[in-house]
């Protein structure tokens, strides 16, 4: 009997708080000040035994909030991992078992320069369940290949050490149709600048009067980048009944929608901008 090869693709996705039968809490992770430790709670929502490893990546934010893996620090772009200690590295959990990570950071000791430091905590699914086709090999002979993504989670974790500051303001926002699913989805395309030392978080939410039409929240500009693109969907779609064609701008005709930021620091100070779209 003849060996055949596994192929294995192995897809990482790379999203801030769940994937394919993994959930994660919290989504993200902040050192600052006398805080030294932290945890976060791993769930296994599938319905067999999962194995999972844990390790760090590290990312350069684009202008469009994706990411791209670097293995260089810059200037703008300091790694956490050196400052960071976790445990345990891998986890075993049954369906809806869950376990939790602890994080120590050592950022409060003197050899570390002040400015903000940032890496992803990875969690990564291993040994998966593997799908079996069939395909025939130069001899005729049948033979069995398996296929099967890596689904994982990444968390951001962020140092920061000194005297730091940053404000975000709205630059320009404009009405924008993008396809999904074959469909056009109406919403509000946002330009965001950032200043300061530090990166910064918030939230905007479009209304219609006192409606809110339109919200996404936890926007997160690095200091990779100081100009973020975000599109915020608009919720209330008319669509046209023979083609499906989104009818949103005829509906708002007229109206002035307001667009606010709302930037906020993870100790609960905020800043507020707002912007009038009119149709």
Known sequence: MKFIKIL?????????????????????????GKDKNDKITVT?????????KISFVNYSQNKDGTFTTVTQESAN???????????????NLKPGESQTIRIQSQHYKPKYVSGEYRSH???????????????KNESGEAVSFKIKALYGVTIPVVVRKGN?????????????????????????FVSLKRTGSQSDRGDIIIYDGDKEV?????ISTYLTITDREVFVPLVEVVKQKDSGTPLFQSKLKGKTLRVVYTSKTDYGNRSVTEKSLKF
Not at 17 to 27: D, E, F, I, Q, R
Not at 77 to 91: H, M, Q, S, T, Y
């Open 8 to 32: 294995l693709f192995a897809f990482v996705l790379s999203l801030t708080s769940y994937a394919h039968a993994l959930m994660v809490s919290p989504g993200y992770l902040l050192f600052e």
């Open 44 to 52: 296994n929502t599938g319905p067999t035994a999962k194995e999972y």
């Open 77 to 91: 772009n300091k790694f956490a991992e050196p400052l960071l200690f976790f445990g345990p590295k891998r986890l």
């Open 121 to 135: 905590l990875l969690i990564q699914e291993q040994e998966p369940t593997l799908a079996v086709g069939q395909k």
């Open 164 to 188: 730091l500051a940053a404000s975000t303001q709205m630059v320009s926002v404009k009405y924008k149709e993008i396809v999904k699913n074959n469909a056009k989805v109406p919403g509000v």
């Open 214 to 218: 339109g919200k996404l929240v936890n």
